[in-house]
């Protein structure tokens, strides 16, 4: 579960990143990405769930990364921005995710697809939102997944 959840986040941060240059229709993308991934071991419901979610909330995940932000959520790289996005997303609306998965999860993403020292950004936002958004987990230790 845990490789498909993370095949998942990877499709999900290139198909948010799709979306915000696009403005390509969500159910286009989800079509497209569910045929990619086809018979491959990718959570396609985490995937679906995740995606219409954000688009359904991006008001609020936006006014969320606000305040760690040192400049409007359009300044920051799409895809260090579809990195943010998505791991408040999961912040808010995944609290069956500690924050540290969370932010563990969305550190290895920037690694992988942003810029060069993207994730040390990635993780100095999710980790001033987690603050916020995840503080009654503060100072308690990582369950076991």
Sequence with gaps: MIQARR???QALVQ???QWQLSG???AEIEAQFAE???GSKTDMGYFRENLFGLAKQLDIVD???LPCLERTIDEVNPVERAILRLGVYELIY???LHYRIVLNESIDLAKRFGADQGHRYVNGVLDCAAK???ANEFG???PAN
Excluded: C, F, K
């Design 15 to 17: 198909a948010v990143y």
């Design 140 to 142: 308690q230790t990582r």
């Design 63 to 65: 006014a969320a990364l």
């Design 132 to 134: 916020t958004l995840r």
């Design 94 to 96: 995944r609290p069956d």
């Design 7 to 9: 095949r998942a986040r």
């Design 36 to 38: 990619e991934h086809a």
């Design 24 to 26: 390509q229709n969500l």
